[in-house]
């Protein structure tokens, strides 16, 4: 069985820093790609970030290029999304999600390319 799970949320002011996990289970890490989405308070999923299998390419949204890295430990089977200098648009709910490696084109941000979901952790922004 799958379960992706998000840590690391939380209450932080504008201007502060986060650092949010996902520890994956049931499944072979390497063998997917890693995205983070998030959905803040009657908004659509949208795109924040992604990495591929190897760790060698990354991709984010314009709106937290700069801000945000992605970033992932095989042998932990975990991703990670560092978010620095948070805005108040920032809140939502932070989802990531796993895309099997296969021999179609990625496109990170699409959601219909990821297998499997985590159930989201809150990040709330103070102004």
């Known amino acids: 069985q799958v379960q992706l799970v998000e840590s690391g949320g939380g209450l932080v002011q504008a201007g502060g820093s986060l650092r949010l996990s996902c520890a994956a289970s049931g499944l072979t890490f390497i063998n997917y790609d890693m995205g983070w989405f998030r959905q803040g308070p009657e908004k659509e999923r949208e795109f924040v970030a992604a990495?591929?299998?190897?760790?060698?390419?990354?991709y984010y949204a314009d709106s937290v290029k700069g801000r945000f890295t992605i970033s992932r430990e095989n042998a932990k089977n975990t991703v990670y999304l560092q978010m620095s200098s948070l805005k108040p648009e920032d809140t939502a709910i932070y989802y990531c999600?796993?895309?099997?490696?296969?021999?179609?084109?990625?496109?990170?941000?699409?959601?219909?390319?990821?297998?499997?979901w985590g159930q989201g952790t809150q990040v709330t922004v103070s102004s």
């Open positions: 990495i591929r299998w190897s760790g060698g390419s990354t």
């Open positions: 999600a796993a895309r099997r490696v296969n021999g179609r084109i990625y496109e990170p941000g699409r959601i219909q390319v990821y297998n499997y």
